[in-house]
C-alpha cells in the first residue's frame, strides 16, 4: 500500500468507527451543523523548545540556557542551543505547516530574546525576527496564536530572584506591555503564562526543571507572583490589543484515588487541589485551595494589600492542557500532599514513552470539572499530545499509537462540547519533535519528525491524518 493509499484508508476508517481499539463514528465527531466553522484547529510550539540560536543575534542567555549546562540534569545532557533550528528555519516550518492545511500555528516568544537583561534595553533583531514569524504566518494563511511566557525567564532576572522576588511584577508588565503593543495590531489571540503550575512546581519546588530551585520556601513566592503576573498580564493584553482574544493556559491531570479507602479519597482530593485547582481558583476569586492543603495557608505570608483583588481577572478564554490520568494512594512519606502517584505502567498497558496513561476520557472529564465553576467564558484546548518511539522505515513514519490518541482525546473534546461546554478550538502538542525540557530529544510529541543531526523534516502519518481529518470537515 503507498502512502497515499494508506492515508485514504486510515482517514476513511477514522470516519466509519473501525480503526484501533477505541472507536470514533462519524456520526459522533463529524456532523457539519455540530463543530462549527469557528472552531479552531491548530498545532503548538515553544521558544526554547524549538528555536535554537541560543546566543544569536543579541539575545540573552534565559535560565535553560545555564541550567542545561549543569551536568546531570538534562537527560543524555541535551541542550536546546540549536533544538530544531527553527530560528533559521521558520520559513520552510511555516510553509510546511501551510503544506498540511493546519489553521492555527501557536508559539512562544522568547523573553530574552526581546529583552536580553529581561528590562531595560531592547534587541531591535529580535523584535525584527517575531514580526518576520508572524508576517510568514499570514503569508502563508495560518493564524499565529502567541504565548507570552513559555518558561525562559531571562537569567539576569532569575539572578534577581527570578519568580520569587515580587519585582516580577514589575518585570513582566513592561515586557507584556511592549509586546503587545508591538505585534498586537497583527496577533490577536494571545496566551499570558504557559502552565504556571509546571514553572513554579518543577522548578521552584522539585529543583528539577531550570531555575533548579528546591523547597516550599521558594515554591510558595514564585507561584504568588506568578498568579499576580497572569492576572497582571491579561489586563495589559487587553488594553492593548484592540479586539484580542486573551487567555491563559493551565496543565491539569484527571485524578482518581487508588482505591475507595478515606485515606485514598482525600489524597486524591489533595493531589486534585495542587495539579487542577491551585491556579485557576485564586483567577475565578476562589482563592488557593486552602481548604484542601491547610499547609498552603502559608501563601498569604505574601500577600500585599489588593492581592486577593489583584488576584482576579476574567479572560476571554482558559487554555486546557491535558495529557494524562493520576491514580494516587495514600501515602506517608510525601509531606503536604499525603499521597503517591501510582506509575502508569505499573496499572496500565495503555501508556505513552513518557509514561503517561493514555486517557482519553480524562480530558472530557476536566472540561466539565472547569466548565462547572460557571465563571469560564470558554475553552480552547492549547495542549494535547503523545510521544511514541517513532520509527522511520522507507523515510516514512507509520505512527499509528499516535493517530489514535489523538482520534480517542479529539473525540472526547468533541463530546464536552456537544454536551453544551464551550470549547472552541483544539491545538496538538506539537508540530515537530523538540528539546522536552529535563528529558532532551528523547520524547518525540511531534506530527513532524526531525532528524536532530541534520535537522532533516520527515512529516509522520499521524501529520498527514490530523491534516486530512481537519479538512475533511470543510
Not at 521558520?90 to 501557536?106: G, Q
Not at 529581561?118 to 514580526?131: C, E, L, M, V
Request: aromatic share 16%; net charge positive; hydrophobic share 35%.
Amino acid at each position: 500500500m503507498n502512502r497515499n493509499e494508506f492515508l485514504k484508508t486510515t482517514l476513511a476508517f477514522s470516519l466509519l468507527g473501525l480503526f484501533g481499539k477505541r472507536i470514533i463514528r462519524a456520526n459522533e465527531l463529524q456532523e457539519r451543523h455540530f463543530i462549527a466553522d469557528d472552531f479552531i484547529w491548530g498545532v503548538s510550539s515553544a521558544a526554547y523548545q524549538t528555536e535554537g540560536a541560543y546566543a544569536e543575534d543579541g539575545k540573552g542567555l534565559s535560565i535553560w540556557d545555564v541550567f542545561v549546562q549543569e551536568k546531570g540534569k538534562i537527560k543524555n545532557n541535551d541542550t536546546g542551543k540549536v533544538a530544531c533550528d527553527f530560528y533559521h528555519l521558520y520559513k520552510s516550518d511555516i510553509s510546511l505547516l501551510n503544506s498540511l492545511k493546519i489553521p492555527a500555528f501557536r508559539f512562544s516568544l522568547s523573553w530574552p530574546r526581546i529583552f536580553p537583561k529581561g528590562t531595560g534595553s531592547k534587541n531591535q533583531k529580535g523584535i525584527d525576527y517575531y514580526h518576520y514569524v508572524i508576517d510568514k504566518c499570514f503569508e502563508k494563511g495560518i493564524d499565529p496564536w502567541i504565548t507570552l511566557y513559555h518558561w525562559d525567564l531571562p537569567q539576569e532576572l532569575e539572578i534577581k530572584g527570578g519568580w520569587t522576588n515580587r519585582d516580577m511584577l514589575s518585570w513582566f508588565g513592561d515586557y507584556v506591555d511592549f509586546c503587545t503593543k508591538e505585534y498586537g495590531d497583527k496577533v490577536k489571540n494571545w496566551i499570558v503564562l504557559n502552565e504556571p503550575l509546571s514553572f513554579t512546581g518543577v522548578g521552584y519546588f522539585l529543583g528539577l526543571h531550570a531555575p533548579g530551585k528546591k523547597g516550599f520556601k521558594n515554591f510558595l513566592p514564585a507561584a504568588h507572583h506568578a498568579a499576580l503576573c497572569n492576572a497582571l498580564g491579561g489586563r495589559i493584553a487587553k488594553e492593548n490589543v484592540a479586539n484580542g482574544n486573551i487567555g491563559t493556559s493551565i496543565s491539569c491531570s484527571y485524578i482518581e484515588p487508588k482505591g475507595q479507602s478515606e485515606k485514598d479519597i482525600k489524597a486524591a482530593k489533595r493531589y486534585d487541589a495542587v495539579f487542577n485547582r491551585f491556579f485557576i481558583e485564586p483567577l475565578i476569586g476562589l482563592d488557593y485551595p486552602t481548604d484542601t492543603i491547610p499547609s498552603l495557608k502559608k501563601i498569604h505570608d505574601y500577600y500585599k494589600a489588593n492581592d486577593e483583588k489583584d488576584l482576579q481577572y476574567d479572560f476571554d478564554f482558559i487554555g486546557i492542557q491535558n495529557y494524562t490520568r493520576e491514580i494516587v494512594k495514600h501515602s506517608l512519606t510525601t509531606p503536604i500532599v499525603w499521597g503517591k502517584i501510582i506509575p502508569a505502567d505499573k496499572r496500565t498497558d495503555q501508556y505513552t514513552t513518557k509514561n503517561w496513561e493514555i486517557y482519553p476520557e480524562g480530558i472530557y472529564d476536566l472540561l466539565k470539572k472547569y466548565n462547572s465553576y460557571g465563571k469560564i467564558k470558554k475553552f480552547y484546548v492549547t495542549e494535547n499530545g503523545a510521544s511514541f518511539n517513532d520509527v522511520i522505515a522507507d523515510n516514512k513514519i507509520n505512527d499509528l499509537k499516535r493517530i489514535d490518541f489523538l482520534k480517542t482525546y479529539i473525540n472526547s473534546v468533541l463530546k464536552a462540547k456537544k454536551e453544551g461546554i464551550n470549547v472552541k478550538g483544539y491545538f496538538v502538542w506539537s508540530f515537530t519533535d523538540n528539546f522536552e525540557w529535563a528529558d532532551g530529544f528523547d520524547p518525540r510529541f511531534g506530527l513532524v519528525f526531525i532528524n536532530y543531526a541534520d535537522q532533516k523534516r520527515i512529516v509522520k502519518d499521524s501529520g498527514y491524518w490530523y491534516s486530512d481529518f481537519i479538512n475533511s470537515l470543510k
